[in-house]
């Protein structure tokens, strides 16, 4: 149905507000609620908004509906710009990070990358800028990353009440990790925390504003990251929490004092465990992640924990391994949880 001919018939059930929470239920169970439109409250009165009346209650006809926004989607908000072939090939997810939008774009589409982001931004009137992502590289974790549409790849993203201030071209930000940084969150009460790959900050402020460590000690070795991961701390007001260390983790990583120590690296993790392992006072956690071949998950990555504690005379008593996520293909990004003992 047009929108057109959606308001000429923008029928709704008009119920008391006592009684709204049950007729909204059985609207909802006879399949008839209009989701275009949204309940209005008006003079005491409920208006839910519905595709065909309902015996026995009061139907009218509402005078000034209001809609929610119509989503539409890239194919169409590029209908007539793009050759049929072309179409084909729209990317058919992107993520965003405060107000900029990231999108993988396939090589044939180069010619038609601004339009690309033009369209992106109409769908998404909020943001600013449109990014196409060509990956991510090296041991400091550098975005290249090619502004399609807007100006300037700076924003602030909020994710679970943290704020993170970064520039999306110059430093990373898993979308991919959410669920590991939401976890994360819920650790660290109390505790004194190694974060030996802080980053801008994505586990040391998840767990310094929601569980209130004593100490969080944040390691980064990337210049840019390191910048930002001063902002935040600033910005989530964790100063007497979160203290920023520019440096190798493998130098600057301390001995035996331990609760916690966070690995939040992938593929090189396993040239660092036995710092890792170090850092730990006895019964401390360790939280390893590593890429590992989908095939011999979880037992890779589990077993470089329990080698790396053996090696030390430690015993590593594994709690969990989780699969982050799919990393590439064959290829699954995991964390191991492990509670590291004294003595074998
Ligand atoms: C992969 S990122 C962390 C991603 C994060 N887990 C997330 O949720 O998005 C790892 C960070 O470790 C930093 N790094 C790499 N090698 C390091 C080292 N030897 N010492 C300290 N930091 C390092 C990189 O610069 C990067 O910022």
């Given amino acids: 149905m047009s929108?057109?001919?959606?308001?000429?018939?923008?029928?709704?059930?008009?119920?008391?507000?006592?009684?709204?929470?049950?007729?909204?239920?059985?609207v909802i169970s006879l399949g008839i609620l209009d989701k275009s439109r949204k309940v209005l409250e008006k003079n005491g009165f409920v208006e839910i908004p519905?595709?065909?009346?309902l015996p026995d209650c009061e139907v009218v006809l509402q005078e000034e509906p209001s809609y929610y926004r119509e989503t539409q989607d890239l194919a169409s908000a590029l209908d007539n710009e793009?050759?049929?072939?072309?179409?084909?090939?729209?990317p058919r997810g992107w993520y965003i990070l405060g107000d900029i939008i990231v999108v993988k774009i396939h090589p044939d589409l180069t010619p038609y990358a601004s339009l690309i982001?033009?369209?992106l931004l109409s769908i998404y009137p909020r943001c600013h800028a449109v990014l196409r992502d060509y990956g991510i590289e090296g041991q400091l974790r550098e975005p290249r990353r090619e502004i399609i549409a807007g100006m300037c790849a700076r924003t602030v993203h909020r994710e679970n009440g943290v704020l993170f201030k970064l520039d999306a071209q110059k430093v990373m930000f898993s979308a991919g990790n959410l669920k590991e940084r939401m976890r994360m969150s819920h650790f660290g009460k109390g505790e004194f925390v190694v974060d030996m790959f802080?980053?801008?900050g994505y586990f040391s402020l998840q767990m310094a504003v929601h569980s209130r460590p004593r100490r969080v000690m944040a390691i980064e070795l990337n210049p840019v990251a390191f910048e930002y991961l001063c902002q935040n701390i600033v910005l989530n007001r964790v100063e007497e929490i979160v203290e920023p260390v520019l440096g190798d983790c493998a130098k600057m990583t301390p001995e035996g004092v331990a609760d916690r120590v966070v690995m939040g690296m992938v593929q090189v993790t396993d040239k660092y465990i036995q710092k890792g392992i170090r850092a730990l006072r006895p019964g401390g956690i360790l939280h390893y992640h590593q890429t590992v071949p989908s095939w011999?998950?979880?037992?890779?990555?589990?077993?470089?924990?329990?080698?790396?504690?053996?090696?030390?005379?430690?015993?590593?008593?594994?709690?969990?391994?989780?699969r982050v996520k799919k990393f590439s293909p064959g290829v699954v990004h995991a964390v191991v949880d492990a509670q590291i003992e004294m003595d074998i």
């Fill in 50 to 53: 519905v595709k065909e009346s």
């Fill in 198 to 200: 802080a980053g801008i």
């Fill in 117 to 119: 982001g033009r369209a």
């Fill in 296 to 322: 011999r998950f979880p037992e890779a990555a589990v077993e470089d924990v329990i080698e790396a504690a053996k090696s030390q005379g430690r015993k590593a008593e594994i709690l969990q391994c989780i």
């Fill in 82 to 90: 793009l050759p049929p072939n072309a179409l084909r090939l729209l």
């Fill in 3 to 26: 929108r057109a001919t959606a308001r000429n018939a923008s029928l709704a059930v008009r119920t008391k507000r006592i009684d709204a929470d049950t007729t909204l239920k059985r």
